[in-house]
């Protein structure tokens, strides 16, 4: 293994803190979660059954797409940057619209190797992520892409409409992971990258996309979940997402939850087995509060590692940061090679 990769995915704090407001260490949430595990353990909640049974609710159809719609890619610009080349380019979706995108590849890149999908947080973009160099130090390339009224995308009334009605949120996820299957096709047609070695790496949203990406997409071999989450209502109940709806009633949130059901992880995160996954949570999070956290632990199968912290949305800094993210490198090399 590479020195540089126990350190690469250091960059991720700030890419998370994006996403929300954060917490501070130790906010009280005893009203919305049972004891979780010790930080940085591998262990499941010891109140938690440990797997549901793989869900019969998930419809792969949501996400079918015609994969011999040509992907006509552009690259716009390229740049070097001290260790890797970053292409900004478009290629293009199935209905017509086209997905800005950034890739990047090591310089000194001599065969095919793993590649990292990236998956921003919500009110994020394809360059939250800043992971390019150390990505490329380790030997990875990686792709990042805009979500659909995000990022180059950005649709302001598209975002507001999300607090008011669900169905928004819902179809904006849906079309993001039918982009993102494209983008996983994208990077099946660069020489760099091997395909049987391709990784997925997410957090908030970008961990919600990721989980019924794997699901659907078995050329995701190893995903990794930060700050993520299953079941609509527990997560829509946080405290951070009450600030964001306005004030959303108990009914608004049962009705919320039943449009966004089809695409509730819960049901997509059983189907990621037998490939292994990564999920990070915090013991305080207010934004996808621990109830969720477990939810999403228990409705995946194994082979599962889920990995706790003290802190909220925002991962915390310091020593405990280095053994969160040491054990998300180790765990990339284990499974996808360096």
Same mark, same amino acid.
């Given at each position: 293994?590479?020195?540089?990769?126990?350190?690469?995915?250091? =960059? $991720?704090?700030?890419?998370? =803190?994006? &996403?929300?407001?954060?917490?501070?260490?130790?906010?009280?949430?005893?009203?919305?979660?049972?004891?979780?595990?010790?930080?940085?353990?591998?262990?499941?909640?010891? !109140?938690?059954?440990?797997?549901?049974?793989?869900?019969?609710?998930?419809?792969?159809?949501?996400?079918?797409?015609?994969?011999?719609?040509?992907?006509?890619?552009?690259?716009?610009?390229?740049?070097?940057?001290?260790?890797?080349?970053?292409?900004?380019? !478009?290629?293009?979706?199935?209905?017509?619209?086209?997905?800005?995108? $950034?890739?990047?590849?090591?310089?000194?890149?001599?065969?095919?190797?793993?590649?990292? $999908?990236?998956?921003?947080?919500? *009110?994020?973009?394809?360059?939250?992520?800043?992971?390019?160099?150390?990505?490329?130090?380790?030997?990875?390339?990686?792709?990042?892409?805009?979500?659909?009224?995000?990022?180059?995308? *950005?649709?302001?009334?598209?975002?507001?409409?999300?607090?008011?009605?669900?169905?928004?949120?819902?179809?904006?996820?849906?079309? !993001?992971?039918?982009?993102? *299957?494209?983008?996983?096709?994208?990077?099946?047609?660069?020489?760099?990258?091997?395909?049987?070695?391709?990784?997925?790496?997410?957090?908030?949203?970008?961990?919600?996309?990721?989980?019924?990406?794997?699901?659907?997409?078995?050329?995701?071999?190893? #995903?990794?979940?930060?700050?993520?989450?299953?079941?609509?209502? !527990?997560?829509? +109940?946080?405290?951070? %997402?009450?600030?964001?709806?306005?004030?959303?009633?108990?009914?608004?949130?049962?009705?919320?939850?039943?449009?966004?059901? #089809?695409? &509730?992880?819960?049901?997509?995160? +059983?189907?990621?087995?037998?490939?292994?996954?990564?999920?990070?949570?915090?013991?305080?999070?207010?934004?996808? #509060?621990?109830?969720? %956290?477990?939810?999403?632990?228990?409705?995946?199968?194994?082979?599962?590692?889920?990995?706790?912290?003290?802190?909220?949305?925002?991962?915390?800094?310091?020593?405990?940061?280095?053994?969160?993210?040491? *054990?998300?490198?180790?765990?990339?090399?284990?499974?996808?090679?360096?």
């Amino acid at each position: 293994m590479r020195p540089t990769l126990a350190l690469l995915l250091l =960059a $991720l704090l700030a890419a998370v =803190a994006c &996403d929300g407001p954060s917490t501070s260490e130790g906010a009280s949430v005893e009203a919305s979660r049972a004891p979780a595990p010790s930080p940085t353990t591998d262990r499941p909640d010891p !109140t938690s059954p440990g797997s549901e049974p793989p869900s019969s609710a998930a419809d792969p159809s949501l996400f079918a797409y015609d994969p011999t719609v040509p992907l006509s890619p552009r690259v716009a610009r390229s740049r070097d940057t001290r260790h890797a080349r970053l292409d900004h380019l !478009t290629f293009a979706s199935v209905d017509g619209q086209r997905v800005p995108a $950034l890739f990047s590849r090591p310089l000194d890149a001599r065969e095919p190797a793993a590649c990292i $999908l990236l998956g921003h947080g919500l *009110r994020g973009d394809k360059e939250s992520f800043r992971l390019w160099d150390l990505l490329a130090q380790a030997g990875f390339s990686s792709l990042a892409i805009d979500a659909r009224a995000h990022g180059e995308r *950005r649709d302001r009334v598209t975002l507001e409409r999300l607090a008011t009605e669900p169905r928004v949120l819902e179809r904006l996820l849906r079309e !993001t992971v039918v982009d993102m *299957r494209r983008a996983i096709d994208y990077l099946a047609t660069r020489p760099e990258c091997d395909p049987a070695r391709t990784g997925y790496l997410g957090a908030s949203m970008g961990g919600f996309l990721g989980t019924m990406l794997a699901g659907v997409d078995e050329r995701v071999q190893a #995903p990794v979940l930060l700050v993520s989450g299953a079941d609509w209502p !527990t997560m829509l +109940g946080s405290t951070e %997402a009450q600030l964001f709806l306005r004030g959303a009633t108990p009914d608004d949130i049962r009705d919320a939850g039943a449009v966004l059901d #089809p695409i &509730d992880p819960k049901h997509w995160a +059983g189907l990621i087995s037998p490939r292994p996954v990564l999920m990070i949570a915090g013991d305080a999070d207010l934004a996808v #509060p621990p109830a969720a %956290a477990r939810a999403l632990h228990e409705a995946a199968q194994e082979p599962k590692t889920t990995v706790w912290y003290e802190g909220g949305h925002a991962l915390p800094s310091g020593a405990e940061t280095e053994r969160i993210f040491g *054990r998300i490198a180790l765990w990339l090399v284990e499974h996808l090679g360096g």
